[in-house]
């Protein structure tokens, strides 16, 4: 089922159901376990957001996408943990990337890649 989406609902007691879509990695191979999970909170109406999908849809990559409007506690813990309130912040693995430009000032600088490989420096 390489690169179709899977969808996967995300419930929690007292909260509604929302669904969550997940990219099936397009060009990874299947033994490829070292590639650390990328996590993507993210809101409705956001261009930064589906920018920042583009992107990882681009470069075959899957991601969990925690959409915040939704789900008031996750928004909580993101604010929490990055201090910031914009979204799309982004996750590789434990290493907090920041939103869609600082991503992008990674990629440019060739600093991405590295972190997508699960390198951490």
Do not use: N
């Not at 969550?20 to 990874?28: G, N, Q």
């Not at 992107?55 to 910031?84: C, H, N």
């Amino acid at each position: 089922m390489r690169g179709r989406p899977r969808t996967r609902a995300l419930e929690k007691p007292g909260a509604r159901a929302h669904t969550v879509t997940i990219l099936a990695p397009a060009s990874f191979p299947e033994s490829d376990v070292s590639s650390p999970e990328i996590t993507l909170y993210t809101s409705a109406m956001c261009g930064y957001c589906v920018a920042a999908k583009t992107f990882l849809k681009s470069k075959g990559l899957e991601w969990t996408e925690v959409r915040i409007d939704l789900d008031p506690d996750a928004r909580q813990r993101m604010v929490e943990t990055t201090r910031r309130t914009s979204v799309p912040q982004i996750f590789i693995g434990q290493t907090h990337v920041g939103g869609y430009d600082d991503m992008m000032a990674l990629h440019r600088a060739g600093k991405l890649e590295p972190l997508l490989g699960g390198e951490t420096s």
